[in-house]
């Protein structure tokens, strides 16, 4: 293994590892020094990879808000095959990869007031209630998606999402729903 990869593969362990108690814990519980021994390294070591937590969480953030990005680019004819595209990635993902279940929960933190300020403003470029509700209604159209007012449709199929996701980051033996189960909140009869 080359150094680069060595360090590529110690800046993921402190990322994921970050990432879990900055959601067990919360952020302002978590100190840098919290992070580094749940590593068993060093602080100064971390502090060669991150600053601060504020730019370690920022870092999470910013790979949340990509993660979010790329699903926004997937385009079907019928928008409630993008939505079953989504959610069958998300729900691979949280089968395989628990922190996939933290990262929402991450995201929903930072969105929340009392988060740096920076960190903040990038969370709250996620919303995929207001996106969605574009593609449901043309979904409604299409007569694919029931009706509805888009925006409370969306809301409803997203909160379902995220509650499953931080219930999963909770319990993580807990198996997953299928993705028409889901999907059961936008299609039409």
Not at 144 to 158: E, H, K, V, Y
Request: aromatic fraction near 8%; charge should be negative; charged fraction near 25%.
């Amino acid at each position: 293994m080359t150094r680069k990869e060595q360090k590529e593969m110690r800046q993921k362990q402190i990322m994921f590892k970050a990432l879990e108690l900055f959601v067990t814990k919360g952020f302002a519980e978590t100190k840098i020094s919290d992070i580094a021994e749940a590593l068993d390294i060093s602080v100064g070591l971390l502090f060669h990879y991150y600053e601060s937590k504020e730019k370690l969480c920022l870092e999470l953030v910013k790979m949340g808000v990509e993660g979010t990005k790329m699903s926004e680019k997937t385009s079907f004819d019928d928008p409630l095959l993008y939505f079953g595209k989504v959610l069958d990635g998300l729900l691979n993902a949280a089968s395989e990869q628990p922190w996939v279940c933290m990262m929402f929960v991450l995201m929903a933190q930072a969105q929340r007031p009392g988060m740096p300020d920076e960190i903040r403003q990038l969370a709250l470029t996620v919303d995929q209630i207001h996106f969605s509700a574009g593609l449901i209604e043309q979904g409604q159209k299409l007569g694919t998606i029931r009706d509805g007012d888009p925006l409370a449709l969306s809301s409803a199929f997203w909160c379902a999402v995220q509650g499953l996701m931080e219930y999963h980051a909770a319990a993580p033996g807990m198996p997953l729903p299928e993705t028409e189960w889901l999907l059961d909140i936008l299609r039409k009869d």
